[in-house]
């Protein structure tokens, strides 16, 4: 068995998990920090909404579809003017950050707004007619009644965030991704590519069951 991985340095293994892990998870953040409140103007701005503005939500819309539509390795390679900008690097776990948020809040925006059309139009009516404001009836109302939603879709943006790190390994971003593409790829080292796979998969398995898990949880009426 060991012969099998011998081309596998474990420690690489391990400090190119944690580098993916990083970029995950500071990517996962901004993603939730820009995506969340965008996802809910679309929602309050979009048609038949409190707030129906055809403009604004024609305007946000564009946006979003544009950087929906641009494949992630595009988006990686246009970006580097604005990534050297914001962190001084275009590489390692830094420079890929902001094209990770970049392909992933419009992405995870539109699964917001998605989710919070599936709330009850009843709920926020019956809100209205109680007096609340609009802060509270988006975190009393909209927010608590489709959080299993909004849980699903973190869910699926973390995952699709792992294999956006994963190919953020083509410009030097490190991680899983980097090593099997110069080690598994490029130098043929099968064994290599079998490892950070597995890995990889893993990592998916973990996150989908753990979202699972919160979206029944929060589920229970």
Same mark, same amino acid.
């Not at 690489?12 to 990083?22: E, K, Q």
């Not at 309050?44 to 305007?59: I, N, S, W």
């Not at 792992?162 to 130098?187: C, E, F, K, N, P």
């Not at 590519?193 to 699972?212: E, P």
């Given at each position: 068995?060991?012969?099998?991985? @011998?081309?596998? +340095?474990?420690? +690489?293994?391990?400090?190119?998990?944690?580098?993916?892990?990083?970029?995950?998870?500071?990517?996962?953040?901004?993603?939730?920090?820009?995506?969340?409140?965008?996802?809910?103007?679309?929602?309050?701005?979009?048609?038949?909404?409190?707030?129906?503005?055809?403009? &604004?939500?024609?305007?946000? @819309?564009?946006?979003?579809?544009?950087?929906?539509?641009?494949?992630?390795?595009?988006?990686?390679? &246009?970006?580097?003017?604005?990534?050297?900008?914001?962190?001084?690097?275009?590489?390692?776990?830094?420079?890929?950050?902001?094209?990770?948020?970049?392909?992933?809040?419009?992405?995870?925006?539109?699964?917001? /707004? $998605?989710?919070?059309?599936?709330? +009850?139009?009843?709920?926020?009516?019956? $809100?209205?007619?109680?007096?609340? @404001? $609009?802060?509270?009836?988006?975190?009393?109302?909209?927010?608590? /009644?489709?959080?299993?939603?909004?849980?699903?879709?973190?869910?699926?943006?973390?995952?699709?965030?792992?294999?956006?790190?994963?190919?953020?390994?083509?410009?030097?971003?490190?991680?899983?991704? +980097?090593?099997?593409?110069?080690?598994?790829?490029?130098?043929?080292?099968?064994? #290599?590519?079998?490892?950070?796979?597995?890995?990889?998969?893993?990592?998916?398995?973990?996150?989908?069951?753990?979202?699972?898990?919160?979206? #029944?949880?929060?589920?229970?009426?």
């Amino acid at each position: 068995m060991m012969q099998f991985f @011998s081309n596998v +340095d474990w420690y +690489d293994i391990w400090m190119a998990t944690l580098d993916t892990l990083m970029m995950l998870g500071g990517s996962m953040l901004f993603t939730i920090l820009l995506g969340l409140p965008l996802g809910i103007v679309l929602f309050l701005t979009g048609p038949k909404q409190m707030f129906e503005q055809k403009g &604004v939500y024609a305007l946000l @819309s564009f946006c979003v579809n544009i950087l929906r539509s641009l494949p992630f390795i595009i988006l990686l390679i &246009v970006m580097i003017p604005m990534t050297l900008l914001i962190t001084g690097t275009s590489l390692g776990v830094a420079g890929a950050i902001p094209p990770l948020v970049a392909g992933a809040t419009p992405f995870f925006a539109r699964l917001v /707004e $998605t989710a919070l059309r599936e709330v +009850d139009r009843g709920i926020i009516e019956a $809100t209205q007619a109680m007096g609340a @404001s $609009t802060r509270q009836i988006i975190t009393n109302a909209l927010l608590p /009644e489709a959080r299993p939603g909004i849980i699903a879709a973190t869910t699926v943006t973390a995952i699709t965030l792992v294999s956006y790190t994963a190919m953020a390994g083509v410009v030097g971003a490190g991680g899983l991704g +980097d090593l099997a593409i110069r080690y598994g790829y490029q130098r043929f080292q099968t064994d #290599v590519m079998i490892v950070t796979v597995v890995l990889l998969l893993i990592l998916v398995q973990i996150l989908q069951s753990l979202g699972d898990r919160l979206v #029944v949880h929060y589920s229970r009426k």
